[in-house]
């Protein structure tokens, strides 16, 4: 496969002009097959969400959900960004019910139950530890994460299976 770059780096030592700043060089074998007016969902692949949650007993968990092509929209309340430095943040609860989303870094959760999980970049969690023992989180680099908080009512397992649509 022909790298964009390169095909730059030969422009240029052939005397070529660069391109203006903000364009976009791509090879034509990088170009997409078949052109559309808007994008084509891959039902091959089902998105995921990890899932820190509580049970009666006060023990973290973890578990990776699949999300139905059927899901709807997330009834959401608000969206908070924040920028972490690297560190340990000690058994902790999550404040509410709330999703976290990785922009940049990647970090680990460890849940009572002695599991260990990396999460990275585009990775979507659905922290639901209210109560209990908590779990841990350590920063592994600077991170950047949105955390969004779901609207009351919200059900993630019926949601990812396409049964709960926003508003309830």
């Given at each position: 496969m022909?790298?964009?770059?390169?095909i730059a780096a030969a422009a240029l030592l052939a005397g070529a002009q660069p391109a203006p700043k903000g364009t976009m060089l791509m090879a034509a074998a990088d170009t997409p097959a078949k052109t559309v007016t808007s994008p084509i969902a891959n039902t091959d692949v089902k998105p995921k969400v990890f899932h820190v949650y509580a049970t009666a007993d006060g023990e973290s968990h973890f578990e990776e959900i699949a999300v139905a092509p059927t899901a709807g929209n997330l009834p959401l309340d608000w969206l908070r960004a924040i920028?972490?430095?690297?560190?340990?943040?000690?058994?902790?609860?999550?404040?509410?019910?709330?999703?976290?989303i990785n922009l940049t870094g990647d970090l680990q959760?460890?849940?009572?139950?002695?599991?260990?999980?990396?999460?990275?970049?585009?990775?979507?969690?659905?922290?639901?530890?209210?109560?209990?023992?908590?779990?841990?989180?350590?920063?592994?680099?600077?991170?950047?994460?949105?955390?969004?908080?779901p609207a009351d009512g919200f059900n993630l397992h019926a949601w990812a299976n396409g049964e709960q649509k926003a508003g309830g």
């Open positions: 022909i790298n964009a770059a390169l920028s972490y430095k690297p560190n340990k943040v000690d058994w902790h609860l999550a404040p509410q019910p709330q999703f976290a959760v460890e849940t009572s139950d002695g599991s260990k999980h990396k999460i990275g970049p585009g990775d979507l969690v659905y922290l639901e530890d209210t109560h209990g023992k908590g779990h841990i989180t350590r920063l592994l680099s600077p991170v950047t994460a949105l955390f969004i908080r």
